[in-house]
């Protein structure tokens, strides 16, 4: 029996009347996740007339297209510029870094540290001391995945539902985190605290982050945590890389 061809990326699809999608894998991973958001940046970069929006998922870049363009012209550029580069091995634009304030006394620091096969110290320890990078937004306004950490933070969802993690929240599984933009029921597992408010409407810009955005957290106590509460970022700092 012949094995089944592999899938070869990027691959570009149409997604309704007005869309294409710009796959860079079939799940996710570091690389695919690279990629697609390098040529997110090219795509914005470059601004082509006639695509009105381009937003990136953990594998995928969507295109919203204005209808009135020459669409066959516009989806041949699109084309050329997918192919214009190996987007795997374009290095992906540094741009802004956030160090972001966390109390580590989260309900379930202990059982994931388990999971993971390291005590809380070395929990904390290695979070901290990792560069993640946000994956993509999603589920909630502005709330991002981050990742990727090492493979053995690759902890499974729990298997029931946690019925609240308050807004803030640091949670771990699938190695990724996410800061919680709201309260909310999860089935990850809540290891810190954070008083970053990933959305905010009175901020002149309410998303915090942007895909590619890099993220380190630095560890702070309960009360530390408490004092940044008024602070509208959370007492985190915003580094522009370039």
Excluded at 114 to 121: E, M, P, R
């Amino acid at each position: 029996m012949n094995e089944a061809t592999p899938e070869r990326f990027p691959k570009m699809s149409f997604v309704g009347i007005d869309g294409v999608l710009v796959r860079f894998g079939a799940k996710m991973c570091d690389a695919a996740n690279a990629a697609a958001l390098a040529f997110h940046q090219h795509i914005e970069k470059i601004a082509l007339v006639g695509v009105l929006e381009a937003a990136p998922s953990l594998t995928a870049v969507f295109l919203r297209l204005d209808l009135d363009a020459d669409l066959e012209r516009l989806v041949h550029r699109i084309s050329k510029e997918v192919d214009a580069k190996n987007w795997f091995e374009d290095p992906l634009e540094k741009r802004r870094k956030w160090t972001i304030p966390c109390s580590f006394d989260g309900r379930q620091l202990t059982e994931a540290a388990q999971l993971a096969g390291v005590s809380d110290a070395q929990a904390v320890a290695q979070i901290t001391a990792t560069e993640v990078r946000v994956l993509t937004l999603g589920f909630a306004p502005g709330q991002p995945y981050l990742g990727s950490l090492d493979s053995h933070w690759d902890i499974p969802r729990m298997d029931g539902i946690a019925p609240n993690v308050p807004a803030c929240a640091l949670v771990v599984a699938v190695g990724q985190l996410i800061i919680f933009a709201n309260e909310a029921p999860t089935g990850w597992r809540h290891i810190g605290q954070t008083a970053f408010r990933c959305f905010d409407q009175s901020r002149a810009e309410p998303f915090a982050f942007q895909a590619g955005d890099l993220v380190q957290f630095q560890s702070a106590t309960p009360s530390e945590i408490e004092a940044l509460q008024s602070d509208r970022f959370g007492g985190a700092k915003l580094e522009v890389l370039s």
